[in-house]
């Protein structure tokens, strides 16, 4: 997968990318990680990319010109990318980040992702965007740590990129659900126990009790996914007597 970063603090990336799984992804070839500082497209000499405010305001709004030179540059060079790329930008109106927005972004061939700055980008500018995303109703000073965000948890969900591809499946929120507890050795840790059944042996039976943890996490902390979530009629059993109990 190409991802292309269209921002004006490239090297706020450096060292997340550049490290642990997304560093080994792109040092395999599996992410092709690409900056672009829009600022080099702004005309005047100055190399300004924000105004003021039509009709007056606080702040500075990003000017379109560099931004859509920018996006154009980078498209005209990664034509054979252009029925296999998603362009998005960063706003509070856009869908919530969520594990399954991770999956869908990871069908793409190309992301190109636009960090915005200041009091936000020109109106005009939002037609370059094939997707708005939100990571969360708060705000925050640019657009790069949503799009570190939105990599990391889409380079997860890429063949390969993960040393063992059955992680994955096995994260929180990848089926809708809460992850189970997880335990190492030792097998006692000051008064704690390592739960029997996961040293048993028995796969069937850990993949049970791991099943049941999962609901039970889902239940007790987040129980608005449940509906969200494919239930086996085992799982609704379950469920219901864990509500008797609680």
């Keep these: 997968m190409r991802i292309d970063l269209v921002t004006l603090f490239p090297e706020m990336f450096a060292g997340v990318f550049g490290t642990s799984i997304i560093g080994r992804a792109a040092e395999r070839g599996i992410l092709d990680v690409h900056y672009t500082n829009f600022r080099d497209y702004s005309t005047d000499k100055h190399r300004h990319v924000d105004d003021t405010p039509c009709g007056g305001g606080a702040g500075m ?62 109106h005009r500018v939002y037609d370059l965007a094939d997707r708005l995303i939100s990571v969360g109703d708060f705000v925050l000073t640019g657009g790069e740590i949503p799009a570190m965000l939105v990599v990391d948890a889409t380079a997860r969900m890429l063949p390969g990129v993960l040393g063992d591809d059955t992680s994955a499946p096995t994260d929180s929120f990848f089926d809708v659900l809460l992850g189970y507890p997880q335990y190492t050795r030792p097998r006692e840790f000051e008064g704690k126990s390592v739960p029997d059944v996961l040293l048993s042996g028995n796969h069937a039976e850990i993949a049970r009790w791991r099943r049941e943890q999962s609901l039970l996490a889902t239940l007790r902390h987040r129980p608005e996914l449940l509906p969200l979530a494919k239930l086996t009629s085992d799982d609704l059993k379950f469920l219901a007597r864990q509500n008797e109990i609680l």
């Design 61 to 122: 709004v990003l000017k379109p010109e560099p931004l859509y030179a920018a996006v154009r540059d980078i498209r005209e060079q990664t034509a054979a990318y252009e029925r296999r790329r998603c362009t998005i930008i960063f706003d509070p109106a856009g869908d919530v980040f969520t594990q399954k927005t991770a999956k869908e972004l990871a069908s793409f061939d190309q992301l190109i992702l636009i960090c915005g700055h200041y009091e936000g980008f020109d």
